[in-house]
């Protein structure tokens, strides 16, 4: 049997909304010269770790959203890797904050208090008005996962894939077969990255977790 391929999962970086605080979403909104700066050195890492994966990207996806596609095409760069094909699909797109949309976290945090403010960002099934909760970020982007990402990986070939906060939780609670309730203590920073080893199913295998320091956790 093909030894699986690798799975490099990463967030995009510090966008021009991240920056300002504000609930980004669905909204479409660049890297700053900061996440540029910082998505390149994630690139770096991975080229000056080599020990930590199989030194090769055959095949990278990213949401339809450009801070996603800016902060792939500034690690390929980096990596070297000019001509990887690459998939871009709205399924992996970031979580609808609905409503919420454009305001500022913290000043929600003083409106909706502390605890609803973290269970809203954080758990499972927590409601948005008129947006996504995790569980639906979990429902369009896992079975893009199981479709496109892992027959690569079953293939044997190494593939990187660029999201956002909550589509990386989605598919890392899966990878990592994480409960309901257990998610709510996962979080994805900017500029980690999860190098993982699956099995059939698109379960971990074995994980290594590297990450650049970066000012921004949002």
Known sequence: MKEQGVLILARHH??????????????????????????????????????S???????????MQVRSIETLSCMLNTLGFYDVPTEHASTLNERDYGDYTGKDKWEMQ??????????????????????????????????YFLEHVLPALQKGESVLVVAHGNSCRALIKHIESISDEGIKDVEMPFGE??????????????????????????
């Open 14 to 51: 510090e966008s021009e909304w991240n920056k300002l605080g504000l609930w980004t979403g669905k909204r479409d909104r660049h890297l700053t010269e900061y996440g540029f700066e910082k998505s390149n050195e994630m690139g770096q890492m991975l080229k000056d770790a080599p020990d």
């Open 110 to 143: 003083k409106l909706l208090g502390t605890e609803n403010w973290e269970r809203l960002r954080r758990e499972w099934d927590y409601p948005v008005p008129n947006g996504e909760t995790l569980k639906d970020v979990s429902a369009r982007s896992l079975p």
């Open 53 to 63: 994966w199989n030194n090769r990207v055959d095949r990278a996806f990213a949401s």
């Open 193 to 218: 990255m999860r190098i993982y080893r699956l099995d059939n199913s698109g379960l971990m295998l074995d994980k290594k977790t590297v990450s650049v320091k970066s000012k921004v956790n949002a």
